[in-house]
């Protein structure tokens, strides 16, 4: 504590001494995002984002920094449309757009290529996080139709000395450095190196680990039309993850009553969790003229994790496997997966071509993508080994023995996109696209057991139509398709094993309206998705052969509306989000469950973000956040809801000069009313589980350019 309070006082004091005697930095504002950038992920070309016809969000390093946010999971303050999805802390990051879970296999992006986010994701590296929100059909093969979440990699720039420290309560520190410059004739060779290294020590009881991160990307422009970029980025995260809290019997526990800090994986013999990740990229770009360039870009990344956790999960003695006993007792099991390896790699060709046929302006983009999936695991061990309570108290023996098998996967992929936006009139445009899709997937147990395998051809087309009211103002329509591909078991209960769904195709229809003008940006959108959904239907019993059956059964709908606004004014930066949901089921074989609304998703959030630069202190931003959701259902026959929440942030940022350098303090109080309440209620594994809103908490930090 002595050492807390110290750095703390210290930060703040010798800001404040410093103040009075250095010229103080240009003030800057709270979101730290460029006034209208392009969105690369869209595949649209320069195309701003403010006039793309579809819903997007572009999250800047300077916002993370401000808020605080180390963690993907986190980014869930900053955008009304995503919220968490089995959001552990000490794990890896799960996240949900208008209401559908991403499938953190296939709904990941990293420069536009695709990438395995079953991983603790490095942010030290990344100059933003993009977030396409909605259907993906032409930017991705498969995906859950919530929509892509890019992570935009930086790039040398001249002359960058870059250093920080930061410490978050309880004892966390960590210190990082992004070190950059061009050299020789006409600058053409570049580099930046972000290295950091941080020990972790939250709030939360049991969960001490460290990380770091070393990334080095270069570049070298051959002439004026050439360009070549290479990068490399090694990661590593050892820490233990926090078990959750789930409904007790048939009652959901007062979240006023449960310590947000304590641990149920917290047992003598608990691991921690070990996500180990090297990623690596090679991108060549020739422009060979005006209006014609071709890139070519490929990627690997190796994952390595050992996966280890005293798992709570059901009570038997009340014959209730998804959730704990009413006396909040649960059975407790040694889980093990250890040595798991997952590996991508992808390589696009891709062409830009920009010019005039029969009097319209195009930006036609077409391209192919070849992309290759591997995860190999070991045996692995879930063992009962007693009986847990959720004050954290029990103790049990521990049982790592080797007693279940996993599951080998393997996945190929060539996909071939079209896309071109095209300027009818000077008011209206049209954007079309269309993604061909050939996948072959694998998979079979570690002991040989259980093969599938299938081939599939798929097709998503996506078109739009934008009209520009004014110089400022922009309404736009769309409708497009996404697919996901689903396998049948193979195993004996099945009528149908190893057998392939149909694809599954979403789609979506959007609406909205869009403005920019500088001092005031913003856009509604109105948005209805319609995914398939499958069950297995019959007795579905181990002892009886063909009792079950896989199929497509109905549908998932999401109506909604958000709506964003970015205003600035004077001292004032005022950034907010909006979403109303209604989820629901729709179509199902047994009417019991149509019209139920999907576990652990908000019917409306609301995200504010917001500054103000204090004219008496040059350099002096105050900062504020405020995050709302709504109720959730707990389980899947919406029999229990948890409440909606608020959540309150504070901050600030001083900018000083001092011997000619920049340094920047920036401090946070995170809950600031320290309110209590289930943040999420994710219902996972064919569990509820349950976690809390963390504790009031306090962290700091400091950014010298030298």
Known sequence: MAFRTTF?????????????????????????????????????????????????????????????????????????????????????????????????????????????AETAIALGNKSSIEVLKGLSGIQAGTSSPGGLVNLVVKRPVPALRNASIAWAQDNSLEAAVDLSDRSGADAAFGWRLNASAARLDPTIN???????????????????????????????????????????????????????????????????????????????????????SVTVHGMSQHLRSDDRVAFPFGCSAENNYDRYCSDGSFDLYDFRSEGERRRSDALDLSLAWRGQIAGMAHQLGTGVLFSRYQARFNRQAFNWVGIGTIDGLS?????????????????????WRLQDAITITEDTSLFAGVRVSQLQRDSVRTDGSRPTGYDQHLTTPWLALSHMLSPRDMV????????????????????????????????????????????????????????????????????????CTRKIDGEARHRGIEAELDWRAGAWNLRGSVMLLRARREGAQDPAINGLKPTNVPER??????????????????????????????????????????????????????????????????????????????????????????????????????
Not at 500 to 518: F, H, V
Request: contains cysteine.
């Open 8 to 116: 703390i006082l210290s930060a703040l004091a010798l800001a404040a001494l410093q103040a009075t005697a250095q010229e103080a930095a240009q003030t800057v504002t709270v979101t730290g995002r460029s006034a209208n950038p392009p969105l690369g992920l869209a595949g649209f070309g320069d195309v701003p984002l403010g006039r793309l016809p579809l819903s997007a969000t572009s999250i800047g390093g300077p916002q993370l920094q401000d808020a605080g946010i180390t963690s993907l999971a986190d980014i869930t303050r900053m955008d009304a449309a995503i919220s968490d999805a089995y959001n552990a802390p000490g794990y890896w990051s799960m996240l949900a757009v208008r209401g559908f879970v991403l499938d953190n296999r296939f709904n990941y992006r990293r420069d536009g290529l695709p990438i395995n």
């Open 206 to 292: 049991a969960s001490e680990g460290r990380r770091h991160l070393v990334a080095l990307a270069t570049d070298w422009r051959f002439s004026k039309t050439s360009r070549l970029e290479a990068e490399v980025e090694i990661s590593h995260q050892r820490q233990p993850s926090m078990a959750g809290f789930s409904v007790l019997g048939n009652r959901v526990p007062d979240a006023s009553a449960i310590d947000p800090n304590t641990n149920l994986n917290n047992q003598p013999w608990s691991l921690p969790v070990v996500l180990d990740g090297r990623t690596a990229s090679l991108r060549y770009t020739q422009e060979i003229n005006r209006e014609l």
């Open 605 to 706: 959030s609301l995200k504010l973000q917001a500054a103000y630069n204090v004219a008496a202190l040059p350099g002096l931003a105050l900062l504020g956040y405020v995050t709302h959701e709504g109720r959730r259902a707990v389980l899947p026959d919406n029999s229990l809801q948890i409440g909606g929440w608020t959540r309150v942030d504070i901050g600030l940022r001083y900018a000083m000069k001092l011997d000619g350098r920049t340094l920047t303090w920036r401090a946070g109080i995170d809950n600031l009313a320290d309110h209590r309440a289930w943040k999420e209620a994710p219902f996972q594994f064919g569990h509820a589980y349950l976690y809390p809103l963390p504790e009031r908490q306090v962290h700091v930090s400091l950014t010298a350019d030298f």
């Open 395 to 415: 103790v049990t023996p521990p049982d790592p023995s080797l007693t279940d098998e996993n599951t080998h996967r393997t996945e190929r992929s060539t996909e």
């Open 476 to 547: 736009y329509a769309s409708w497009g398709q996404g697919v996901e591909s689903e396998v049948t078991p193979n195993r004996p209960r099945f009528s149908n094993p190893g057998q392939a769904l149909p694809a599954m195709k979403s789609r979506q229809i959007e609406a909205g309206y869009k403005r920019r003008n500088g001092a005031l940006d913003g856009g509604i959108a109105l948005f209805e998705v319609h995914r398939p959904a499958w069950s297995d239907i019959g007795s579905c019993t181990d002892d009886e052969p063909g009792s």
